[in-house]
């Protein structure tokens, strides 16, 4: 019988299941996030042919949908289940994005986290209380924000959104740049760029060695978030978040 050369052993994998919106397109930049035995597992929310607005947002969190795809997701047995959409998880509020993780808890899944959820947590862990945001949104939907950010005690020093309705993952990363150059102010501890469609992975640590001061983006505390409740590391060291924390396993 021929001999096969055999590679390294494959890693045993530990797995998140992500819950993303219809028209999330950034699946790749969620994978940058994840380290080497992680995989992850997405599905997504029903097609809603609507603008970029609060309704949508408010469709988008509607709590049966989230439990019907929190089950379909759980078929692979992740470890933690996230709900990647930040504009969803903040438009209803601090009661809605509980609702909401609760919602993924009782359809099955061993740990549930947000991405709203992730950035009140990571913006905790890092003591900041005064930020800077740039969205892509309308201001309808960036008031939403403001307001959620409110209610957990964080005031938005600054705040720009871009006014887009729909493909927002066309946005580049020099619009991006411009934007956190424009809403950057001094009483800022740090920046919140939101929206899941947003690329934001290469630019974080630039924007933070230029500014100063730590730069958050929806999907990194969507990932970093979700693998810090596995007692998981994300794969970013050279950002400010995940230098200042260390995983704890819920």
Known sequence: MPEYPIGPELLAQHGVGVIAPFDFALDRELWRWAP???????????????????????????????????????????????????????????AGERALVQS??????????????????????????????????????????????????????????LGLLSHIWK???????????????????????????????DIIAPLERLLGKPVLTANQVTMWSALRSMGFRASAEEQLLVQATQPHAA
């Open 36 to 94: 080497p035995d992680v995989s992850l597992y997405l599905t997504r929310l029903p097609f809603t042919p609507a603008p970029v607005t609060v309704e949508l947002a408010e469709a988008l969190s509607e709590l049966d949908s989230i439990r019907r795809a929190t089950r379909d997701v759980l078929a692979p047995e992740p470890l933690s289940v996230v709900y990647a959409c930040t504009s969803g998880s903040f438009v209803g509020g601090a």
């Open 171 to 201: 946005v580049g990363y020099a619009e991006v740049i411009r934007a956190v150059a424009d809403v950057d102010d001094t009483d800022a501890q740090g920046l919140f760029i939101s929206c899941t469609n947003v690329p934001t992975y």
């Open 104 to 161: 993924m808890l009782e359809a099955g899944a061993p740990r549930a986290s947000s991405t709203s959820g992730g950035l009140i947590e990571a913006l905790g862990l890092l003591g900041m209380t005064k930020i800077a945001v740039v969205t892509p949104y309308i201001d309808s939907v960036t008031q939403r924000l403001l307001d959620f950010l409110a209610e957990h005690g964080v005031e938005v020093v600054s705040s720009v959104g």
